[in-house]
């Protein structure tokens, strides 16, 4: 039971370049999340999914895309990256309103 | 007014001693209460969670959750150099749907 795998683990992009952040879980939960980490600023809700078919903006969804793949998967797209974007990057899922359970996370770069 | 608020610290405390780490929420509608821990470079692992007025107690960590004062505390006894960390205090909004709001985490370092 891996519970919650994302790939890649360290990434660094140019600006402008794209890249898909790849997550998937194990445990059957229906809801999936992506956050950003940031020095000072705790973890921001970037996009979630409610269920499979559904997908929510969070509190900073501007410069990216998702796609919920399947039950398991969750991914998320860079366009576009910037500069800005430069964060720690966790992926979580949960069960209804239930504890959230976190990836390891990918450390992005964009210089 | 941010909706979750934690003391940033560091909170010192001696290894042996209680700590004990805060948490205000702003939305009187919240339900769920959680307490993560998240070690240098690593992501967030869940160690309690409060949904009821009062105690809960887990091993050496208790939550406490006041919703009238809108007040969540977490007591680590006998701290351990292990328990150095940042802990996150995290809320499910009434509205909020699965969604939880964090706070920007107390770092708490446990000394020899």
């Known amino acids: 039971n891996a519970g919650v795998t994302q790939t890649p683990k360290f990434q660094v992009l140019k600006t402008g370049q794209s890249m898909t952040l790849q997550c998937a879980q194990d445990?059957?939960?229906?809801?999936m999340y992506w956050y950003r980490q940031d020095p000072g600023m705790g973890l921001r809700l970037i996009y979630y999914s409610a269920s499979e078919g559904t997908t929510d903006k969070g509190e900073v969804p501007n410069g990216y895309n998702v796609s919920r793949l399947n039950k398991r998967e969750f991914s998320l797209r860079l366009e576009s990256a910037a500069p800005s974007q430069t964060s720690v990057y966790f992926c979580?899922?949960?069960?209804?309103?239930?504890?959230?359970?976190f990836g390891p996370g990918t450390r992005l770069t964009v210089t | 007014q941010k909706e979750v608020e934690q003391n940033s610290g560091p909170l010192s405390v001696p290894e042996g001693a209680i700590a004990s780490l805060n948490c205000t929420y702003s939305d009187r509608g919240s339900q769920s209460f959680f307490w993560y821990r998240q070690y240098s470079g690593k992501s967030p692992e869940l160690i309690m969670f409060?949904?009821?007025?009062g105690d809960k107690e887990d091993g050496r960590f208790t939550a406490q959750l006041n919703k009238a004062s809108q007040y969540v505390s977490l007591l680590i006894r006998d701290s351990q150099p292990s328990d150095s960390a940042t802990y996150l205090c995290a809320v499910n909004n009434a509205g909020g749907g699965n969604k939880l709001t964090f706070g920007t985490g107390t770092q708490l370092k446990v000394e020899l």
């Open positions: 409060i949904y009821s007025n």
């Open positions: 979580a899922s949960s069960e209804a309103r239930y504890e959230q359970y």
């Open positions: 445990m059957n939960h229906n809801s």
